[in-house]
């Protein structure tokens, strides 16, 4: 089993940036993608971005591209979340996941089986 927990949603003005993090706990001694998903009320929950276990290989949607980074730090079981310009469009749950016996960033939601709880992104015009 793993837990999945997310922190730092929030707040922010059109074109300012927010700094999403996601920490693992349990069975982190196995390789695992992590992926960004977000769910906007009435709408299914989307890609955002993913990230290899070893950090080389990242996906992002086309939404996202330029403006937000993935990144890890697997000493600290964490995946972080920078974005930056940031749009009213990007208001949503976050919700981070985690996807075992791969080596690629993984982009398809069904096959991540961890997901933590979500944070709420709010970005006002």
């Known amino acids: 089993q793993v837990q999945l927990v997310e922190s730092g949603g929030g707040l922010v003005q059109a074109g300012g940036s927010l700094r999403l993090s996601c920490t693992a706990s349990?069975?982190?001694?196995?390789?695992?993608?992590m992926g960004w998903f977000r769910q906007a009320p009435g709408k299914e929950r989307e890609f955002v971005a993913a990230?290899?276990?070893?950090?080389?290989?990242?996906a992002y949607a086309d939404s996202v591209k330029g403006r937000f980074t993935i990144s890890r730090d697997n000493a600290k079981n964490t995946v972080i979340l920078q974005m930056n310009s940031l749009k009213p469009e990007d208001t949503a749950v976050y919700y981070c996941?985690?996807?075992?016996?791969?080596?690629?960033?993984?982009?398809?939601?069904?096959?991540?089986?961890?997901w933590g709880q979500g944070t709420q992104v709010t970005v006002s015009s």
């Open positions: 349990g069975r982190t001694y196995s390789s695992y993608a």
């Open positions: 990230i290899n276990w070893s950090g080389g290989s990242t």
């Open positions: 996941a985690a996807s075992f016996g791969t080596a690629a960033a993984v982009t398809t939601r069904t096959r991540y089986s961890y």
